[in-house]
Structure formats: structure tokens, C-alpha cells
């Protein structure tokens, strides 16, 4: 099945290559959508290398509207974002879509998780906590965060969940949808 997988600039972006690894080995094709941030930690070309498929950075390729968000929906069964940062859940729980990976999010009828990773007092705040919040009332999966220390040296809830636990989360919600 097609999965897409939005990353965007969170530290914990390499991470991402593990969650494709797992997905190619249980036979699950994985389009990647980078915020342009998100290019600034791990590059398309890593990702394009462990998928075998065309990384999407940008709404605009070569200067040319491709409708690119439109066309990265069909056949997806599900659509992951790992790591998901602030900016990113309170787009997508405003319904701003001003790049690639929030459009493509508003436009996809398959089922939704999303895997926050920031810094625990980011996590914490309650515009954060408002944003996660409707989501959840939308029906969009939250892959809690963990415990632990982040990359700053703060300590708290904030870290991107292990990764064996989003992708049993993530293969839970293919498997209720095609099961």
C-alpha cells in the first residue's frame, strides 16, 4: 500500500528513515513530502534512496504548478507525518495550507497520523494542546511523544515516539481501513 510520509524540521527527522525502512520490509511503498525546513536536516536525497521514489519539496517545481498536492493523494491508504513539529499541527489544525505537506494533508482522504517532536514546554503550551486537541476531534491519529531528554537538554514530554510504536500505530490504522 501507498503511504505517504511528511517530515518536516524537527531533529528528529533522521528518524524517519528508519520508520521507511520498516514499511519498504513489510512491502508498503512510501512517498515522502519534506517541509522546506525539514531539507535543512536530512536530505530528499536520503529519502529518495530508501524509497526508491521522487521526494516533494515544493508546490511549484521548475517554476511549473503541478498540482502536485492533488496528485500525491491517489491510492494512499495513509498519510504520516514524523516528526510533526508546532508549526506544522497548527496549520493543519487551522486549515493553513501554504506549502507541499499541508496541502497535500488537506487534500487526502485516507486515514491520518501524525507523530509531534519538539522541545516539552513547546509541547506543553496550550495553543499546542488546543491544536492536538482538534485534531483529535477530527478523527487524526496522535502518536503521543515521549518522555525523556531532548536534544536542548530540557527534559519532559516532547521527544518523537520510538519508532517501532509509530509504525504499529500507523499499520493498526491500514489494517482497520482495509481489514
Known amino acids: 500500500m501507498k503511504i505517504i510520509l511528511g517530515i518536516t524540521s524537527s ?26 525546513n525539514a531539507c535543512n536536516l536530512v536530505t ?17 517545481e521548475n517554476g511549473a504548478y503541478t ?11 495513509l ?3 514524523a516528526p510533526a513539529t508546532a508549526n506544522f499541527i497548527g496549520k493543519i489544525a487551522n486549515g493553513i ?5 499541508s496541502t497535500t494533508f488537506l ?11 519538539m522541545n516539552p514546554t513547546m509541547w506543553s503550551n496550550a495553543a499546542v494542546q ?3 486537541n482538534t485534531l483529535t476531534k477530527r478523527g487524526i491519529t496522535i502518536i503521543d511523544p515521549a518522555e525523556g531528554s531532548v536534544i536542548c537538554g530540557d527534559k519532559g514530554q516532547g521527544k518523537l515516539a ?14 482497520f481501513k482495509h481489514g
Do not use: W
Not at 13 to 28: E, L, M, N, T, V
Not at 97 to 101: F, P, Q, R, S
Open 11 to 36: 531533529i528528529s527527522a533522521y528518524k524517519a528513515c528508519d520508520i521507511i525502512r520498516i514499511f519498504s520490509s513489510k512491502g508498503h511503498s512510501t512517498t515522502v513530502v519534506m517541509s522546506r
Open 44 to 60: 530528499p536525497l536520503t529519502f529518495q534512496t530508501l524509497t526508491g521514489n521522487r521526494v516533494y519539496t515544493d508546490t511549484f
Open 67 to 77: 498540482m502536485g498536492h492533488i496528485a500525491l493523494k491517489e491510492d494512499a491508504a
Open 79 to 81: 498519510f504520516l507525518c
Open 97 to 101: 495550507a501554504d506549502d507541499l505537506i
Open 107 to 117: 487534500s487526502i482522504d485516507a486515514p491520518v497520523a501524525i507523530a509531534p517532536a
Open 130 to 132: 488546543n491544536n492536538i
Open 162 to 175: 520510538p519508532v517501532d510504536q509509530i509504525v504499529t500505530r500507523s499499520l493498526q490504522l491500514l489494517d
